[in-house]
């Protein structure tokens, strides 16, 4: 269920126009020995949650590495749940060499039951050069490094019609006092402000988790991620405060609190570019133009754009991330051409040539941005590395699933409460804290 937000939507993700399978040079080595087919007739195994437009994207990346390599790949599909499928190959005795973990909580976990190999030194290396220390932090347990951020989602993205906007008379603006100031302008120009994905707990969270960043810090958000800070912490009610202040005004949310708990994350898109608009913007990751894109025909760039989620009460503009991280399973048959492909991985010609595909983006700062399609694209990824150790990940992906990823539970629903009745802040931070705990606890 989590990975609807940063993954599985990004599956119908076309910020670009399907620009067809891309060819990367086949001359350089992958690492010592890999650019001279040394791997040829062995198999690689790959799982990882991808389906339709994002599996035959990343096959991609895996045919690039048999051009190179000579390996075969084969790649399986996990669903939502890698953790309960992978556990159950391991015991079967099937363990695939190479598993695309999707959230950090589960990285950690593969790593303490003892599933997953230390990266190579070739990769680690890569990491260093190519990737912000916080990329490698989020890969590592105990100071060894086990995942490979290859794919990443920025979740501080603002969509908005620049048709709403322009007839309002308003600019993408910088803070977060001003958002709701050019919210109230969109208002009485006729459309809503905001199209509120209330339905669906977990776009709720990443409106907390902006405004938390930016206006605690990153030091606050690590500890509360990691429950070293309690959520009934001053921080904490501030930043339901100021999300209360947007969830009680009727003129900025696009039904009032009613309607957005009856809208789930493609609803809320569609409010905004569907073929009957009822609000000038939508907050969410930048999957939103695949929506945009692929379900209402919009150009983006043009028809449908963004702004960076703006800074709040003087603090720095936040960058909340998401991602797909590459591990190697000890018990895979074949886990020494799995870690040669993660040293392909590794490399900005790999991320080339998803990114050439669309629906992607980067954390490696070797890529050349010219490998995007588009300058939405283009400027999303900028955006996410040249944010380098200040970025953020997800903070209920980093929590237990009874907390941070269960629907009607946890802080899905006790936000969903919040959006109901934003009246006592304090109240729910305490909620939140009790079922943090437990959570944290178990």
């Known amino acids: 269920m989590m990975r609807r937000r940063t993954t599985l939507l990004t599956g119908c993700t076309a910020l670009v126009l399907a620009l067809g399978a891309t060819a990367c040079g086949g001359d350089e080595p992958v690492s010592a020995g890999g650019g001279d087919k040394a791997l040829t007739g062995q198999t690689v195994t790959v799982a990882g949650v991808w389906s339709g437009s994002e599996q035959k994207n990343f096959q991609k990346v895996l045919d690039a590495f048999t051009a190179k390599t000579g390996a075969k790949t084969q790649f399986t599909s996990t669903g939502d749940n890698v953790s309960t499928v992978v556990g159950s190959k391991i015991e079967g005795g099937n363990a695939p060499d190479v598993v695309m973990v999707p959230q950090v909580g589960v990285l950690q976990q593969f790593a303490k039951k003892g599933w997953l190999k230390p990266l190579s030194a070739t990769t680690e290396k890569s990491v260093d050069a190519g990737f912000a220390p916080v990329w490698k932090n989020y890969g590592s347990v105990d100071g060894t490094l086990y995942g490979l951020y290859f794919k990443a989602a920025h979740k501080s993205t603002v969509w908005y019609s620049p048709d709403a906007l322009g007839q309002a008379g308003v600019k993408p603006p910088k803070t977060y006092a001003d958002m709701l100031k050019a919210g109230h302008t969109v208002s009485d120009s006729g459309l809503a402000a905001f199209a509120v994905a209330g339905q669906d707990g977990w776009t709720l969270t990443d409106w907390f988790e902006n405004i938390y960043l930016s206006q605690a810090g990153p030091e606050k958000y690590d500890a ?36 957005a708990l009856n809208t789930d994350f493609p609803g809320s898109v569609e409010k905004v570019f569907g073929p009957k608009p009822q609000a000038g913007m939508v907050y969410e990751g930048d999957f939103v133009a695949g929506v945009a894109h692929d379900q209402f025909h919009r150009t983006i760039g043009k028809d449908a754009d963004f702004f960076p989620f703006p800074a709040v009460d003087g603090g720095t503009a936040p960058v909340v991330s998401g991602g797909d991280a590459a591990v190697v399973l000890k018990d895979g048959k074949n886990a020494k051409a799995g870690m040669k492909l993660l040293e392909y991985l590794a490399t900005p010609e790999a991320a080339a040539v998803w990114a050439k595909a669309g629906g992607f983006l980067s954390p490696n700062k070797n890529l050349d941005l010219a490998a995007y399609g588009d300058d939405v694209t283009r400027a999303t990824a900028k955006s996410l590395v040249g944010a380098g150790d200040s970025v953020r990940f997800d903070m209920s992906d980093q929590a237990p699933a009874a907390f941070g990823g269960t629907k009607g539970a946890g802080e899905w629903k006790l936000l969903q409460d919040f959006l109901r009745d934003p009246s006592d802040p304090k109240g729910t931070a305490a909620k939140l804290e009790s079922a943090a705990a437990k959570a944290y606890q178990d």
Do not use: M, N, R, Y
Request: charge should be positive.
């Open 224 to 259: 509360l991620a990691a429950h070293q800070l309690k959520w009934t912490d001053a921080s904490v009610v501030k930043a339901l405060t100021t999300l209360g202040t947007l969830f009680k005004d009727k003129q900025l949310i696009a039904g009032g609190s009613k309607e």
